[in-house]
């Protein structure tokens, strides 16, 4: 039965739109990885992805909610976040400048990670971040 079975694991948590579920978010993330390279990252990433949530859509109203993905393989770990919309607009990475009080959160997300994706759905986004285990080629960007 070993052809059917993944190495791959997967988690789920779903947090009410509070503030203080962010630091919620941030121990489960710490606990599952624990041992980890990557779990500082991790936590690091989901941090952020779970505060702009509950910031910047419905899942931080009264009765909002967000909900986080873990999913950890050999080659990957793979965090996230999705949210109750209700913004109109796309989550987004913005390169601000240095002054700027706002805006920078993805921005240093996607600095962290090997890939961001944003998905869009008709009740919200999802926001992934992949971290790779091993260093992948950066086809000509430079570092």
């Known amino acids: 039965m070993h052809e059917y079975t993944s190495t791959a694991r997967v988690w789920g948590l779903s947090c009410p739109g509070f503030p203080e579920e962010?630091?919620?978010?941030?121990?489960?993330?710490?606990d599952i990885l624990r041992g980890s390279p990557l779990a500082d990252d991790a936590e690091l990433i989901v941090s952020e992805l779970s505060a702009n949530a509950i910031l910047h859509t419905a899942s931080g109203t009264q009765s909002g909610s967000f909900h986080l993905a873990l999913a950890v393989s050999p080659q990957v770990v793979a965090l996230s976040v999705t949210d109750e919309g209700g913004t109109g607009t796309a989550p987004k990475v913005e390169h601000q400048d240095d002054q700027a009080?706002?805006?920078?959160?993805l921005g240093m997300v996607?600095?962290?990670a090997h890939r961001v994706v944003v998905h869009d759905?008709?009740?919200g986004?999802?926001?992934t971040a992949e971290l790779f285990t091993e260093p992948r080629p950066t086809r000509g960007r430079p570092c």
């Open 121 to 123: 759905s008709h009740s």
């Open 22 to 30: 962010v630091s919620r978010a941030r121990r489960w993330t710490r």
């Open 110 to 112: 996607s600095a962290i």
């Open 125 to 127: 986004y999802t926001v």
């Open 101 to 105: 009080e706002h805006g920078r959160g």
